[in-house]
């Protein structure tokens, strides 16, 4: 099944503990198509500037990412600066230059409409809104957002999760959404606002799935050498889709699957600074580290 995402295409520039990077490739829909396209085909809308090098569009193409989406508009590319210490779950954000992204109005080609499966990532829920009435009859409509809208725009995020099946949060926005510290009625609340299947990111704590139904828990791989978490949430939201399109399959026991492919996907990213670790993989790498889960999480019953 063929998966369209809307979301960001940004310049980053990132200074953590190991190193850093100015300039790079980053934006929420770039980590995500990139880690998708392991999987399925992956669609593009997302809007950048006259700085964007035709060389980054080639990239792109170059994973099977269909890039006709990509609006190119005068003006600057959306720019984000930011720092990590020693807690790679937080992100300090040192600066934010939105340039065209802060006029994007997403249009969706008319061969773009028929995709299965829609991934909303990080925008306001009103484009994410106009996105869906665009769109003919997806099988899976799954979305992200941030503390950003929960507090500015909580009743259009309220709205939009009538009509999403999927919603992939971290663990704080989660609470923040809810109102609630515990993490478990806080999902029960969510849920009951519409999505069936909720995915909490815990960063180097994993990530856990709630279905009103039952829960499942996911660690995070054991690595011994990150250097930068910037898209690492995107990236997760990539292979957990992408492995739903490929299997074309979203019962309980694939979510779990696809959530596990997710986890995968999101430790090879932290590995490097921008997309350079993601752009270097093939699907051999991404099943031997999946296996590598596998026995990471096996154990004996009684």
Known sequence: MDILVVGSVAFDSVETPFGKADEVLGGSATYFSTSASYFAKVCIVAVVGEDFPDEHVEMLNSKDIDTRGLQRVPGKTFRWKGRYEYDLNQAHTLDTQLNVFSSFDPTIPEDYKDAEIVFLANIDPELQMKVLDQVK??????????????????????????????????EGEAREFAEEPNLVKAAAMILGCGPKTLIVKRGEYGALMFDGKSVFSAP??????????????????????????????????????????GSVMASFNVEAFSLERLNSLDKDKIDARYSEFQCLTHFEGI
């Open 220 to 261: 995070a791989y054991p690595l011994e050498d990150i250097f930068d978490p910037t898209g690492a949430g995107d990236s997760f939201a990539g292979g957990f889709i992408g492995h739903l399109a490929a299997s074309g399959d979203s019962s309980e026991a694939n979510i779990r699957k696809a959530i596990i492919y």
């Open 137 to 170: 009859n997806p099988r899976i409509v799954a979305c992200d957002t941030m503390n950003f809208w929960i507090e500015g725009k909580k009743d259009a995020l309220k709205k939009l999760l009538k009509r999403v099946e999927i919603l992939v949060i971290n």
